[in-house]
């Protein structure tokens, strides 16, 4: 896609989510290790034009556990199976792109990003307008996180090989139909241009 139909943006007011990046779930994604890299080389290219690197993690306390009602069809299987424990080497962030000092990291407990965590206040403290949405899966904190960001009046663009689900049809259908209504559609490549051109 050509960056000229996409807005300029202020590299130091944008922020580059890489989210459920972990590995009890990095190995969940169709050639995991191609997206981790290209995802690593977007890091680095927001890092180096001043922006803002922020990671985003599923994990649980005992009393995160607890607090998962029956009426939650996705999460109380979670935890009534116990699983993604926040000490678990399974949510920890995959130290191919790994936080470094003064990057943001948050622990949520649902799929989107910001229900259960303070990443918007992290984001606003810092002035951040702007949000480049990388992550596993499309139909998951991808799209939760979009959502959430849209009603929230954040620029969003979705880097389309930075997002990955293991259901190929769904991933098309969402980046191909329903992303576009609400955020704009880049690849890893374009991302680059667009900070360039800044």
């Known amino acids: 896609m050509s960056t000229t139909t996409l807005p300029a943006i202020t590299p130091e007011r944008t922020a580059l989510l890489a989210m459920d990046f972990q590995n009890g779930i990095v190995p ?116 939760s996180t979009l959502i959430d960001a849209a009603d929230r009046d954040y620029r969003v663009i979705v880097l389309t090989d930075g997002v990955a689900d293991p259901d190929p049809e769904t991933h098309r259908v969402l980046l191909d139909n329903v992303f576009p209504t609400r955020a704009h559609i880049l690849d890893t490549a374009g991302l680059r241009e667009l900070l360039r051109s800044a």
């Open 28 to 143: 969940l994604a169709p050639d995991s290790d191609a997206l981790v890299e290209r995802v690593k080389g977007a890091i680095a290219d927001v890092r180096a034009a001043g922006g803002t690197i922020g990671y985003v993690r599923v994990a649980f306390t005992e009393d995160d556990w607890t607090g998962v009602p029956e009426t939650n069809k996705a999460f109380a299987g979670v935890a009534a199976a116990k699983m993604l424990h926040h000490e678990d080497a399974a949510t920890r962030i995959d130290e191919r792109i790994a936080p470094e000092d003064g990057d943001i990291v948050v622990r949520k407990i649902r799929f989107g990003s910001g229900s259960t965590t303070d990443l918007h206040q992290q984001l606003s403290d810092r002035g951040i307008d702007t949000l480049v949405l990388t992550g596993i899966s499309t139909s998951g904190v991808v799209l």
